[in-house]
């Protein structure tokens, strides 16, 4: 790595530049309307709330990758448990759900994080023949007292009014506290996975991101006493007004006609630039913290393990524990991201999480913005966004312009058919090319 | 009697459908542990090679079809194999050259070029959604016979009450995975390119010394690989139905059972497929019947854990393996 990252001087203006271009294309999608653009500032908001989104999301791989060279490979693992938090902080209580079993299996969970705890103790203390039996005498126990307490809980919770809960329900407290407790849920899971597989070979923690990742959001598809599996958790509360209640305002309808636009344009718009506001506030604050974080100390020191793991070492610095450190922030960050996402769909959809989507679509962001720079790295996460959205509309127009030549028939429709996949082809080729030939991103780091 | 019983269900549902996994996933750990062994990254793009591999195998197998042309009782898929691994094999040499040697001669760090193989794992798995007829479907392309035997043959045969049936596709994935074991272990020990192959694995330098080109190695390595994965994707696929997002969730396992075994160690990659779709197999079926013949009575099915989660099995022995012992029970490469 340290050949491609040395730093070369780029112009200062690049980054304004590249930014200046991104409002130049949203500003364009927010007024042409042609085959390209929608002409809809509504669409323009969404993209770029979800831009914003990611833009979080990609600081939080960045941090992983940009700052320690760690391949967070289960993205899309912490960013699910991060959506988990708005279900249970701010959705509604279910009513007889606790009578039902709540502190059942919350005594399980216990029961069960204690049965590991245990066994890791027991393995430390133990030595000699008792060791393995003792180990595996503590792990079938605790399996058992686990399942024992928790099954019948489950199916108690699941059969409580089935139609329309038939999970634990939230606490129903304000859906922004629940964003620094999605944080924290994927924090714990990285300091799971990070103990596990850091300090072995870069590809270990690649793969074990990898099966967290797929396990986290089987958990979700399947427990459906926590987040309803398919059936989604819908109606989650929102920090900003809701649009009917909006075009009930007098206030807001006359602000609203002052502006020439009708009542439901206007509140859509104003919702939007809302969530937009305050993603953005998120955004530059995290985005603040982490180049306070990278110009102190401690940031120097973790450039110094990313480029050279032993000089670091040589020096006394323990370059596992940094690691774990960094992990454990970079998926705090992720999860963050997974909790806004979540928020401003509403609803967690755990159908929805995609690794194609979700962890390579936002590494791609990473790397096509700039890795090590948290400006490009934002910057990254809207452009691709933005045009991984467009995408869907240009890619079969693109089609239609290539095979224009071709005979009207099977192959042509076959073409024109497929052209959604493209996108796929066009993301892995995106990849490889920045990686090949910028290694360093459209925004190098400094 | 009923021990019979119980021992005809066990075989029937957990050793003969795990033994048929198991071969399959050690095709593909075959090719996971050989890339790495040989070119040191972990090959995300592995999984979409084999959808890719097999994609290629369907296409031409309905090409035979519809050509009249077919095996009998063995699925036609066979017969096309070895144009499905000739041509995924071009394409691999194609990525090869284009993307992963840059990356080599640079000698650029692993991670990446796990990154590189990320990028191509997307573009296969674009390439193969766009192929014709294939998809996002579900394909079934396994024709000729269904069963060596079957549970009412076996029944009628035996008098038990449980049944035990052979379908052809597990049969062929057992007889197809001995013989490609073979003659890779014939290959690796006997063969002048096998030993090259080994000695650029122990030690590049010493091997460069000693007149090996690497190129060539690498360009064997990769043609291997190949084989075995679209060998491996198209038993399973038979044995299954192919589904392209299904060879994504396959890399876990694969990984998995190569990890277990010692990553670069081809004889562990086999053992750890095994490992891993034995543990996953036993783990997620429910043992009730079983009990119930050996003269229990539980209450519950007896199921560990449910099939959504059996990917959550190669997981946990991945990190039992990484935190006992990195290197793998068959001492692979360093940590």
Redesign the interface.
């Known amino acids: 790595?340290s050949?491609t990252r040395q730093a070369d001087a780029t112009s200062p203006w690049r980054a304004p530049i590249m930014f200046l271009i991104l409002a130049a294309l949203f500003f364009a999608e927010g007024t042409f309307r042609n085959a390209m653009f929608s002409g809809s500032w509504n669409t323009a908001l969404s993209i770029l709330n979800m831009g914003l989104i990611s833009a979080v999301m990609a600081l939080g791989v960045n941090m992983q990758w940009g700052y320690a060279?760690l391949?967070n490979?289960g993205v899309v693992g912490f960013l699910a448990l991060g959506g988990l938090a708005p279900v249970l902080i701010s959705s509604a209580p279910v009513e007889g759900a606790w009578a039902a079993g709540i502190p059942r299996v919350a005594l399980a969970l216990v029961v069960g994080l204690g049965t590991l705890a245990l066994s890791a103790q027991v393995w430390r203390r133990l030595s000699g023949i008792v060791r393995v039996p003792a180990l595996i005498g503590t792990l079938v126990l605790g399996f058992v007292l686990y399942r024992y307490l928790f099954?019948p809980a489950v199916i108690a919770i699941e059969a409580n009014n089935a139609a329309s809960a038939g999970n634990i329900g939230g606490l129903g407290w304000p859906v922004l506290l629940s964003w620094p407790v999605g944080a924290l849920f994927a924090a714990a899971a990285a300091w799971g996975i990070g103990k596990?597989?850091l300090g072995?070979?870069?590809?270990?923690l690649?793969?074990?991101t990898?099966?967290?990742g797929?396990?986290i959001v089987?958990?979700m598809?399947?427990e459906e006493w926590l987040s309803r599996g398919v059936k989604n958790v819908s109606g989650l509360p929102r920090p900003v007004p809701y649009e009917l209640d909006l075009q009930g305002d007098t206030g807001f309808v006359a602000k609203a006609a002052e502006w020439g636009m009708d009542p439901a344009t206007a509140s859509a718009i104003w919702v939007k630039l809302l969530y937009a506001g305050l993603f953005s506030f998120v955004l530059l604050l995290l985005i603040l913290l982490a180049e306070l974080a990278l110009k102190s100390p401690w940031g120097r020191m973790m450039r110094a393990i990313r480029d050279n793991e032993t000089a670091a070492e040589a020096m006394g610095k323990n370059v596992t524990r940094r690691h774990l450190q960094i992990f454990i922030i970079g998926s705090a960050v992720i999860g963050l991201g997974g909790a806004m996402m979540a928020t401003l769909d509403g609803l967690l959809s755990p159908n929805s999480f995609n690794?194609?989507r979700y962890t390579?679509l936002i590494?791609v962001m990473v790397?096509v913005g700039g890795s090590g720079n948290n400006w490009g790295a934002a910057l990254g996460a809207i452009l691709i966004w933005f045009l991984w959205i467009k995408a869907e509309v240009w890619g079969p127009e693109f089609m239609r312009l290539i095979t224009a030549p071709l005979p009207e028939g099977g192959l042509r429709e076959?073409l024109l058919g497929?052209a959604p996949?493209?996108?796929?082809?066009?993301?892995?080729?995106v990849?490889?090319l920045v990686?090949?030939f910028a290694p360093r991103g459209l925004v190098p780091e400094k | 009697m009923d021990i019979l019983n119980a021992i005809v269900l066990l075989l029937n549902f957990v050793v003969v459908p795990a033994a048929a996994y198991g071969a399959q996933l050690a095709l593909g750990a075959l090719g996971v542990t050989l890339i790495?062994g040989i070119l040191r990254?972990?090959n995300?793009a592995h999984g979409d090679t084999m959808a890719f591999g097999t994609a290629m195998v369907i296409l031409v197998t309905w090409g035979l079809q519809a050509m009249g042309i077919s095996l009998g009782p063995l699925p036609t898929a066979l017969l096309a194999l070895p144009f499905g691994i000739a041509l995924t094999s071009i394409f691999v040499l194609g990525t090869d050259r284009v993307?992963y040697r840059?990356y080599r001669k640079?000698r650029?760090?692993?991670?990446?070029l796990?990154?590189?193989s990320?990028?191509?794992?997307?573009?296969?798995?674009?390439?193969t959604?766009?192929l014709?007829g294939i998809?996002v479907n579900e394909v079934r392309f396994d024709d000729g016979a269904r069963f060596l035997f079957s549970v009412q043959e076996f029944k009628a045969w035996t008098g038990l009450t449980e049944g035990l049936s052979l379908r052809v596709s597990q049969a062929l994935t057992l007889i197809v995975t001995a013989l490609c074991c073979w003659a890779l272990f014939r290959f690796l020990n006997r063969s002048r390119e096998g030993k090259a192959m080994r000695a650029y694995s122990d030690n590049e330098d010493l091997a460069l010394l000693s007149g090996i080109d690497p190129e060539r190695v690498v360009r064997l390595t990769w043609i291997i690989a190949t084989a075995l994965a679209v060998t491996a994707g198209t038993l399973y696929g038979l044995d299954k139905s192919f589904k392209a997002f299904n060879y994504?969730?396959i890399?876990?396992p694969i990984?998995?059972a190569a990890?277990v075994g010692g990553?670069g160690n081809p004889l562990g990659a086999v053992a750890g497929g095994f490992i891993v779709a034995f543990s996953e197999v036993a783990i997620t079926y429910p043992w009730k019947k079983v009990a119930n013949y050996l003269g229990f009575e539980p209450d519950?099915l007896l199921q560990l854990l449910?099939t959504?989660?059996k990917?959550?099995v190669?997981?946990v022995i991945?990190?039992v393996v990484?935190?006992f012992r990195?290197t793998g029970l068959f001492r692979g490469k360093s940590?």
């Open positions: 790595m050949n060279g391949f490979a099954d596990v597989a072995l070979r870069s590809d270990y690649a793969i074990a990898l099966g967290i797929e396990i089987a958990v598809r399947n690794p194609l390579f590494w790397i076959h497929s996949h493209m996108r796929f082809i066009a993301l892995g080729v990849l490889l990686l090949r | 790495y990254f972990s995300f993307v840059f640079k650029s760090e692993p991670i990446i796990v990154m590189a990320v990028g191509v794992m997307f573009v296969m798995n674009g390439l959604r766009m014709p998809g994504f969730q890399l876990l990984f998995a990890i990553l519950g449910s959504e989660y990917f959550a190669s997981f991945l990190i990484l935190l990195p940590v």
